[in-house]
C-alpha cells in the first residue's frame, strides 16, 4: 500500500501541476473563469486519489471479505469435481491484492490418501482459473446430526431391492432430513465390481469409506463378515424381509430413523 500511495502521489503532482499550466494559459488567452475551474477540477481529482489510496489501505488493514463473483467460481469449480459430494461453505478474504479461500466439503468417500489428493487438486485448479489466489484451504467435513446418508442395494433398473450386498448390483444412496424424514438428496451408484470372493467384503468397506449411516437389506445374513465390516464402522443394518421395491423402503424411512 505505501508503494501505491507514493506512486498515487506522483502522479496527482503531474496531473496537479499540467492542470496549473493550462489554467495559466487559459487565462493568458482571456479565458478568465478557466482559472477557478482548473483549480476546482485538481481539487476533486487529489480528493479522489486520496479517497482511493485510503480505501486500498483499509482493505489491507480489514481483510476486506472476498467478492461474490470469485466465491461463486470457487463453488462451480469445486462442484465440477465428481470426488465432492456436497459444498457446505465457501468463504474469502482479501489482504492487499492476494485471496486467501477456506472450503468446507463433503466428499464421496472418506480416505485419508484420497482426500489429501483431492485437496491438493481443488487448490491447484482454483489456482489455475482465479487470479491472485495465495491460498486455499479444504476442510473435509462430515455429515451433520440432522442428516442420515442411507444405502439400498438394488437389483437391477426396476428398484428391486437384493437381499443383501452379495446380490446388489447397485446401490441407491439417500441423504434424509431427521427431523421431517424428507429426503434431500439421492443418486444411483453401480456396485464395485472385484473378484467373485472378495467382491461382497470391498463393496462393504467403499460403503463404510462413503460415511455410511444406515444400510438397508431384505433377509441377508447380517453375521456375515462384509456386515460385520460395516458393523464395526458404526453403520446400523436394518433388515426388512418385507421391503421388495425402492417405493417401499421410501413408504418406510419415518420408522427406520426413528429406531435409528
Not at 61 to 81: N, P, T
Not at 140 to 158: F, H, K, Q, R, Y
Not at 174 to 202: D, L, Y
Request: glycine share 6%.
Amino acid at each position: 500500500p505505501s508503494l501505491k500511495a507514493d506512486s498515487r502521489h506522483s502522479w496527482t503532482d503531474v496531473i496537479a501541476s499540467s492542470g496549473i499550466v493550462a489554467g495559466i494559459l487559459l487565462q493568458i488567452m482571456g479565458i478568465e473563469i478557466m482559472d477557478a475551474l482548473t483549480a476546482l477540477l485538481i481539487s476533486l481529482f487529489l480528493a479522489w486519489s486520496g479517497f482511493t489510496v485510503i480505501l486500498e489501505g483499509l482493505k489491507v488493514l480489514l481483510d476486506a471479505s472476498i467478492e461474490k463473483e470469485i466465491l461463486q467460481k470457487v463453488r462451480s469449480i469445486v462442484e465440477a469435481d465428481p470426488r465432492v459430494r456436497r459444498i457446505v461453505s465457501t468463504e474469502g478474504r482479501n489482504s492487499g491484492s492476494y485471496r486467501f479461500l477456506e472450503i468446507s466439503l463433503i466428499p464421496r468417500q472418506y480416505d485419508l490418501k484420497g482426500d489429501s489428493k483431492l485437496a491438493l487438486d481443488l487448490e491447484q485448479s482454483i489456482k489455475e482459473r482465479i487470479e491472485k489466489v495465495d491460498s486455499v484451504t479444504v476442510d473435509l467435513a462430515v455429515e451433520g446430526e440432522g442428516t442420515a446418508l442411507c444405502a439400498v442395494p438394488i437389483m437391477n433398473s426396476d428398484n428391486l431391492i437384493a437381499r443383501g450386498i452379495e446380490d446388489a448390483g447397485y446401490f441407491e444412496l439417500i441423504e434424509v432430513e431427521q427431523n421431517g424424514f424428507s429426503i434431500t438428496s439421492r443418486e444411483r451408484i453401480e456396485k464395485p465390481s472385484e473378484e467373485e470372493e472378495t467382491a461382497t467384503v470391498r463393496a462393504a468397506a467403499f460403503l463404510a469409506r462413503l460415511g455410511l449411516n444406515i444400510l438397508v437389506i431384505r433377509d441377508a445374513d447380517i453375521n456375515a463378515s462384509p456386515y460385520w465390516i460395516l458393523d464395526e464402522c458404526g453403520v446400523k443394518i436394518v433388515s426388512m424381509p418385507g421391503v421388495a421395491v425402492l417405493s417401499d423402503f421410501e413408504n418406510s424411512l419415518p420408522e427406520i430413523l426413528s429406531n435409528k
